[in-house]
């Protein structure tokens, strides 16, 4: 994979021991290519990344489309170690590289109305057999509110490990927000939508009970069939390694809680 | 010599059993096939131990071994139920005495599976278990039907058998509850997700099993109207 030249931002440089690159690469949840965690390693590959454009519309006063090539030259790139907490009770520690989406959605202009931002995935059916199962009503769609979207801690994100994003990481382009479980950021996208509404993601959709608008991670509220109090860590100690336990807001609390303030968040988990 | 060629016609019965009329299974070819049904129900676990030296657990081991113990408790119960289909499939009566080990696998994956849990799940937590148990009608079912399961691998053994009498069968009939509940817990699982391709496999065999005994049960009242 091409060199995706950054420079590190030091706020951002973990303490933690990073994942190792193999196993961020091979152990992915990117249901487009099959529910299992080897299938978007297996058949990602074939995945059309170039050309590749974004399509910015809905409330903001510059819609357009916008070529990969644009978007990687908007903003100097950065890397940013962030951790990667799943719902599903395991988390990596990552070196992410791009700048915060904030530099996009200023670019673009939101109007007023602008409440929420939705993101698409991309669909190639001819590569992606995931799409013929029924678990999700595709295109693969996310959101955040726009607050959130805008914090500096959510990345516009091109690659990983000092290169581009491999495709089954979300190549070429993909949003990362880290005090969130990892379903919520969108991988590969082609349409940034705007909205007054609060978009219903493909998870709300797909199971509502077990799946919420914020998905912030929050030891202390469960997932229905399991408790989120604690995490594995891939590739920490083996089968001996106890779990680790899980930090509100996956740790960046002190950055993010307050967009939460007065908000029940066992209710709008 | 005579051994051998009287294990051939074993396999030969089993591979056509059209050609049975005459039950050709005795003691001796049942003591041939057990060690051989040994070797077949330890397989998952050296598979384990296999992809375990080459470093083929996963990056997620723990999570591997969990959902992959499960999945064969679920392999050796279909199997268990199997057993007396086709003894009377292939009218075979001492077929019959291969069932004790197929059960006997199943609790012991089962066990397996429950020692994941506790172990990679919950740190071996009591109060975090018990919360769990609690909490998760997916975990209850599970530990409920490992309870039942327990209750018949404590009593599998023909003294216990021959002590019980006929409450002995009273009891091992709640394989059937085992069985729809471990069905459950797993529909359970994969309900978040709506991947039910798999669960659904699983419980149509069941439902196999189960609606073959349910028309063994019915048969002769049908007869009786003729």
């Given amino acids: 994979l091409a060199a995706l030249p950054s420079t590190p931002n030091p706020e951002f440089m973990s303490v933690e021991k990073i994942t190792e690159r193999v196993q961020a690469t091979t152990y992915n949840n990117f249901y487009e290519f099959g529910m299992d965690k080897s299938d978007p390693e297996r058949y990602a590959g074939q995945m059309k990344v170039s050309p590749w454009s974004v399509q910015v519309e809905g409330e903001v006063g510059k819609p357009g489309t916008y070529a990969i090539e644009d978007l990687l030259a908007l903003e100097p790139m950065q890397e940013r170690i962030y951790r990667l907490r799943c719902v599903e009770g395991w988390s990596m520690v990552i070196p992410w590289i791009g700048y915060p989406l904030s530099a996009l959605l200023s670019k673009v202009e939101p109007t007023g109305n602008a409440k929420y931002v939705e993101f698409i995935t991309d669909m190639q059916p001819e590569v992606m057999p995931g799409l013929k199962s029924s678990v999700i009503d595709w295109p693969y769609r996310e959101g955040l509110r726009m607050d959130e979207a805008m914090h500096p801690l959510t990345l516009l994100t091109f690659g990983m490990y000092g290169e581009v994003l491999p495709n089954q990481n979300g190549a070429p382009v993909r949003i990362v927000v880290p005090w969130k479980y990892g379903f919520k950021s969108a991988k590969s996208i082609v349409t940034i939508r705007l909205t007054e509404k609060q978009p219903t993601s493909s998870w709300m959709q797909s199971a509502p009970r077990e799946y919420g608008f914020y998905s912030n991670v929050n030891p202390t509220v469960p997932h229905p069939r399991w408790s989120q109090a604690t995490e594995r860590r891939i590739g920490e100690g083996g089968l001996f390694a106890p779990r680790r336990k899980t930090l509100m807001f996956n740790g960046y609390e002190e950055q993010v809680a307050s967009m939460y303030s007065g908000m029940d968040l066992a209710k709008f988990y | ?226």
């Fill in chain 2, 1 to 226: 010599m005579a051994t051998r060629s009287k294990w051939l016609q074993c396999i030969a019965a089993w591979i056509w059993p059209s050609s049975t009329e005459v039950p050709t299974l005795s003691a001796t070819h049942i003591a041939w096939a057990k060690p051989l049904l040994f070797v077949a129900g330890m397989y998952p676990l050296l598979r384990w131990f296999y992809l375990g030296l080459t470093d083929g657990l996963t990056v997620n081991p723990t999570e591997f071994l969990t959902r992959s113990s499960g999945t064969w408790t679920l392999v050796c119960l279909m199997a268990t139920l199997l057993v007396s289909p086709l003894r009377d499939w292939l009218n075979e009566p001492a077929l019959i005495r291969l069932r004790r080990m197929c059960g006997l696998f199943t609790f012991f994956y089962a066990t397996l599976h429950l020692l994941a849990w506790a172990w990679w799940e919950q740190n071996f937590v009591l109060a975090d278990m018990g919360l769990d148990i609690v909490k998760r009608p997916f975990v209850t079912v599970g530990v409920v039907a490992f309870l039942v399961m327990l209750g018949m691998a404590l009593t599998s053994s023909h003294r216990a058998m021959v002590a019980m009498g006929r409450y002995w069968k009273a009891l091992h009939r709640w394989i059937y509850l085992v069985a729809v509940l471990s069905i459950i817990h797993y529909w359970l699982h994969k309900a978040g997700k709506n991947d039910f391709l798999e669960v659904t496999i699983y419980g149509l065999v069941l439902a196999a099993l189960l609606g073959w005994r349910l028309w063994r049960y019915c048969r002769p009242k049908r007869a009786g109207f003729k």
